[in-house]
């Protein structure tokens, strides 16, 4: 006979208080857009040139790139050639933002980084999330480039996502050579439950030439993510050429070689009791292939090979969710 305590699984731990050092930014002004889409604002140059586009509040408690926008908004910053987006997705739930409850406000109905397919906006699926996704999508499929700010929960040193394709690599690799630390730069597939933006075709296709990653700019709620979102904001522009060189923006003197892995497993949560070993954080690279890094019920997780990375550990994973990514880095 076994006792209840073996029977059940262990109480969850709740999340750890985290301190909301940087504030919500008030985005009030530029919540209704200038061109007849809530909180799409779109500029053009009278000189030719590509259409760059930068979305921020996927996530509604994820505001660093919102500050971003707000700043760029504030100075009036305009394309010199091309044309320029810059869009707050997720207004709503950014609206139910809670001090007291950080982590209630990532969406409303769902998460509206799983939406960002064709077929999806033509179906019948409706969503406030969906609906958002459906009005945004004329303009992101028109992007020749895209940068989506995002920020994490624990935190962790900033990290560039791309999707699988070369063209977008690059444009990840760029970005990282020129910024203080040169982030790692992760290639992986999405997520099953449905494409990012980035994994929308019209960037993951080979058959066009627009590029797009994301950028986790460091732990939602700190002043530094802020700043990491900005310098690779303005990066982004500099780069896509629609901007000339911003004077007061820190990047290194000459490029340095980033750091680059592709994601070759997906570790989900099959259990509540899934407990790493010790409070792994994401950029950590464990040396050897074998080494434990989790227990999920009566499993081991192990690291699959040598010099493994570890993108974005969730130490609290509910059954069924994401708990880590891991890397294998490229040959140097
Ligand atoms: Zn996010």
Redesign the pocket.
Known sequence: MRTLSEVLPPPRQPLPHFDITLPPPDITRWADGNCGIAGVHHFEASQPGPHAVITAL??GN?YAGAWVLDTLLSRSVRPVRGRLSLIFLNLQAFARFDPERPTLS?FVEEDM?RLWCPELVRSGHTSLEMERVRAISPIIETADMLLDI???LWPAPPVLLSGLTTKSLAHAKALSAFQPGTPWVVQDAGHETGPRLIDHVHFASNRTRATACLL?AGQHWLPNSRLVAYTTACLFLQQAGVITPQPDLTVLPSPRLPRTATVTHCVQAHTARFTFIKPFCSGDIIPKKGTVLAIDGAEEIRTPYDNCLLVMPNLRPMRGHTAVRLGRPAEA
């Open positions: 996927m996530h994820e990532r980084n995002h920020s994490m986790e």
